[in-house]
C-alpha cells in the first residue's frame, strides 16, 4: 500500500514509525472462544508481553493497567461463578470508563473472551526502528499521559456520522498534551483507519488545518523523514540555549507525568498536573506513590521550583475518586469537599518540600477563603498559590493575593469563561477581553507583593509569551516541546517592545472601558 491518507488535525507535529494497532476491530478470530477466568489469565500475559518488550522506564507507565485489572479480578470471577454472562459481567465491572486504560482493558477482555487474537509488540534496535505511531479507536488525555516514548504519533477513529464529537480537538487537554511531547495526533474516518496494515512504514504530517498520513513510502521518502526528525531536534537543543536576563521572566515547564522531560532551558516546573499523574489509578493513591512521583520530577528539574497543582476535577477533568459527573463543584471546592484526600496530599507535598523546592498550587480558586481553609489544613512550611481560572476570581484578586504566597492564571478557563465558550476548545489565543483581565490580575498580585505565572495555551505561544511580558508576568509555564521556541521568541525581542505590543492589544483593537489602566 503506497499512498496518502487526508485526515483532521488534532496536535502538531511531524513524525515517522511504524503502525502499532491496539484497538480490537483490528484482531482476527481465533479458533475457540475462553472462558472468563482462561480470558483473564490471556489478558495478563498480554500485559506482561508488552511491558517485556518495551523499555524498563517505558514500561511501567503501562504497569497500571496490570494493577487494575489485578484490583477487578475477584469480582470478575465472583459474578462470573454466580452464572453472569461474561461479556456483562466485563462491562459491569468497567462501567466507570473513567481511564483509557480501563477502556483499553475492557477492549482486551471482550476481545479474549470472543475468541479474537491481540497484537503483538516486537522490540527492535537502532535509532529510529523502535518508533511506533499508534493506531486507535480513541485518544484521552489519559492515553496520552501514559505512552512510552516509543510511541511518535497517534492516529485515531473520528466517526462524525453521528454529528460533531465534542471530546476531541486542537484545544482539548489531550491535543495540550500531546502538543507538550510533541505529539502528533491525526483523525482519520474509521474506514481509513481500519485500512492501514498493522506495521506498515508510516510518515505523519499535521499542520494546524489538517493532517497527512503517509503509508508504506518509498525508501527514500521514509529515511528523509527520519533525518528531518533529528535535524528538527537538534534546532529544538540550540534554541533552546537562549538567555533572557533581559526581560527578568523565568521560562517554566508544565509536566503532566513522572516520566516527563524537563528540558534543559526550562527553569523548573511551573506547573504539575497531579490528577493526571494518577489518572490511571483506581483509587486514591497513597502517600508514599505521591511523595515518590514528586521527588522523580524535582530530581529532574536541577534545583527549580516545582509548582505542584492539587488534583483539578470537576468539569471535563472526571476524577473517580473525587466525586461523580453530577457534583457540580470544580477545583480546590471539589477538594474541600474530600478533606481525607486532600489531607493526604497535602502531607505528601510536605514530606517532597524537605529535599526539593517544592510548592502548592490550588486550582479554580475562587476566593480568598478558600485559600484560607486549605492553609488551616496544610504544614505552615508549605507555600500555597492561587490559580486564578475564571472573572469573578479576578475580581476578588486583591484579596485572594493577599491570603496566598504566589498567583498563577490559567488562561485556557479564563478566556474560555470570559467569552462564553461551552468548552476550552478553538480558544483564541490573546483576546484582548482576556488580556485586560490578565492585566488585572498581574497588578492586583504585585499590589499585595505576589509573583504571577502564566499558563495555558496563551504563554506557549509567540506572540501570548511576548505579550506576557509586556504585562508584566514574573514567569510563564509551557509545554516541554515549546520551551526552546518560545525562549527563542523573547530572546529577539526587548522588555519595551513587549509592553507596546500589549498596549496595542488592549487599547488599538478595543479601546478599555472609562478608568481601565493599560500595560506599561
Given at each position: 500500500?503506497?499512498?496518502?491518507?487526508?485526515?483532521?488535525?488534532?496536535?502538531?507535529?511531524?513524525?515517522?514509525?511504524?503502525?502499532?494497532?491496539?484497538?480490537?476491530?483490528?484482531?482476527?478470530?481465533?479458533?475457540?472462544?475462553?472462558?472468563?477466568?482462561?480470558?483473564?489469565?490471556?489478558?495478563?500475559?498480554?500485559?506482561?508481553?508488552?511491558?517485556?518488550?518495551?523499555?524498563?522506564?517505558?514500561?511501567?507507565?503501562?504497569?497500571?493497567?496490570?494493577?487494575?485489572?489485578?484490583?477487578?479480578?475477584?469480582?470478575?470471577?465472583?459474578?462470573?461463578?454466580?452464572?453472569e454472562a461474561p461479556e456483562q459481567v466485563i462491562f459491569a465491572e468497567t462501567s466507570c470508563g473513567c481511564t483509557d486504560?480501563?477502556?483499553?482493558?475492557?477492549?482486551?477482555?471482550?476481545?479474549?473472551?470472543?475468541?479474537?487474537?491481540?497484537?503483538?509488540?516486537?522490540?527492535?534496535?537502532?535509532?529510529?526502528?523502535?518508533?511506533?505511531?499508534?493506531?486507535?479507536?480513541?485518544?484521552?488525555?489519559?492515553?496520552?499521559?501514559?505512552?512510552?516514548?516509543?510511541?511518535?504519533?497517534?492516529?485515531?477513529?473520528?466517526?462524525?456520522?453521528?454529528?460533531?464529537?465534542?471530546?476531541?480537538?486542537?484545544?482539548?487537554?489531550a491535543a495540550i498534551l500531546a502538543r507538550g511531547r510533541e505529539l502528533p495526533i491525526a483523525y482519520l474516518s474509521p474506514r481509513l483507519l481500519a485500512s492501514i496494515p498493522g506495521g506498515a512504514r508510516l510518515v505523519v504530517e499535521v499542520t494546524e488545518h489538517d493532517a497527512r498520513i503517509h503509508v508504506d513510502p518509498g525508501d527514500d521518502v521514509f529515511e528523509a523523514a527520519q533525518r528531518r526528525v533529528d535535524d528538527e531536534e537538534r534546532e529544538r537543543l540550540r534554541a533552546a540555549r537562549e538567555p533572557l536576563d533581559h526581560l527578568g521572566i523565568a521560562v517554566r515547564v508544565n509536566v503532566a507525568s513522572a516520566h516527563d522531560e524537563i528540558p534543559p532551558a526550562a527553569e523548573g516546573v511551573g506547573l504539575v498536573r497531579t490528577e493526571m499523574m494518577f489518572?490511571?489509578?483506581?483509587?486514591?493513591?497513597?502517600?508514599?506513590?505521591?511523595?515518590?512521583?514528586?521527588?522523580?520530577?524535582?530530581?529532574?528539574?536541577?534545583?527549580?521550583?516545582?509548582?505542584?497543582?492539587?488534583?483539578?476535577?470537576?468539569?471535563?477533568?472526571?476524577?473517580?475518586?473525587?466525586?461523580?459527573?453530577?457534583?457540580?463543584?470544580?477545583?480546590?471546592?471539589?477538594?474541600?469537599?474530600h478533606p481525607e484526600v486532600l489531607a493526604t496530599q497535602l502531607r505528601a507535598l510536605a514530606r517532597a518540600m524537605e529535599r526539593a523546592d517544592v510548592r502548592v498550587l490550588l486550582p479554580f480558586v475562587e476566593s480568598a477563603g478558600q485559600v484560607r481553609a486549605v492553609r488551616r489544613l496544610a504544614p505552615p512550611e508549605l507555600p500555597l498559590g492561587a490559580m486564578v481560572e475564571t472573572p469573578d476570581a479576578v475580581a476578588a484578586i486583591e484579596a485572594i493575593a493577599s491570603a496566598a504566597d504566589f498567583v498563577s492564571i490559567g488562561t485556557n478557563d479564563l478566556t474560555a469563561s470570559a467569552l462564553g465558550l461551552e468548552r476550552v476548545e478553538h480558544l483564541p489565543v490573546a483576546h484582548p477581553r482576556v488580556l485586560d483581565l490578565v492585566r488585572r490580575v498581574i497588578a492586583g498580585a504585585h499590589a499585595a507583593g505576589r509573583q504571577v505565572t502564566i499558563c495555558?495555551?496563551?504563554?506557549?505561544?509567540?506572540?501570548?509569551?511576548?505579550?506576557?511580558?509586556?504585562?508584566?508576568?514574573?514567569?510563564?509555564?509551557?509545554?516541554?516541546?515549546?520551551?526552546?521556541?518560545?525562549?527563542?521568541?523573547?530572546?529577539?525581542?526587548?522588555?519595551?517592545?513587549?509592553?507596546?505590543?500589549?498596549?496595542?492589544?488592549?487599547?488599538?483593537?478595543?479601546?478599555?472601558?472609562?478608568?481601565?489602566?493599560?500595560?506599561?
Open positions: 500500500m503506497d499512498g496518502v491518507l487526508r485526515g483532521v488535525s488534532g496536535a502538531d507535529g511531524f513524525a515517522a514509525g511504524r503502525a502499532l494497532r491496539l484497538d480490537r476491530a483490528a484482531r482476527a478470530p481465533s479458533s475457540a472462544q475462553l472462558s472468563l477466568r482462561e480470558a483473564i489469565l490471556g489478558v495478563r500475559r498480554d500485559l506482561e508481553r508488552l511491558l517485556a518488550a518495551l523499555p524498563p522506564h517505558e514500561a511501567d507507565l503501562f504497569a497500571p493497567e496490570l494493577h487494575i485489572l489485578g484490583e477487578i479480578e475477584p469480582n470478575l470471577l465472583a459474578r462470573d461463578a454466580a452464572g486504560l480501563v477502556i483499553d482493558l475492557r477492549e482486551r477482555l471482550l476481545g479474549a473472551v470472543q475468541g479474537t487474537v491481540g497484537h503483538e509488540v516486537h522490540a527492535h534496535d537502532g535509532r529510529h526502528d523502535a518508533d511506533r505511531v499508534l493506531l486507535t479507536d480513541f485518544v484521552t488525555p489519559s492515553l496520552v499521559a501514559f505512552l512510552p516514548r516509543q510511541v511518535v504519533a497517534v492516529v485515531a477513529a473520528l466517526d462524525t456520522s453521528a454529528g460533531p464529537r465534542r471530546d476531541v480537538g486542537r484545544g482539548s487537554h489518572s490511571g489509578s483506581p483509587g486514591v493513591p497513597d502517600e508514599v506513590e505521591q511523595v515518590a512521583a514528586i521527588l522523580r520530577i524535582a530530581s529532574k528539574a536541577r534545583g527549580g521550583p516545582v509548582v505542584v497543582r492539587l488534583f483539578d476535577a470537576g468539569g471535563d477533568k472526571p476524577v473517580p475518586w473525587l466525586g461523580d459527573e453530577a457534583d457540580p463543584s470544580r477545583g480546590i471546592a471539589r477538594l474541600l469537599a495555558g495555551e496563551l504563554a506557549g505561544d509567540e506572540r501570548g509569551a511576548r505579550l506576557a511580558v509586556g504585562l508584566g508576568a514574573d514567569a510563564i509555564s509551557v509545554a516541554p516541546a515549546r520551551v526552546a521556541l518560545i525562549r527563542r521568541a523573547l530572546a529577539r525581542t526587548t522588555s519595551e517592545a513587549c509592553r507596546a505590543e500589549a498596549r496595542a492589544e488592549l487599547e488599538t483593537q478595543h479601546p478599555p472601558e472609562a478608568g481601565a489602566v493599560t500595560a506599561t
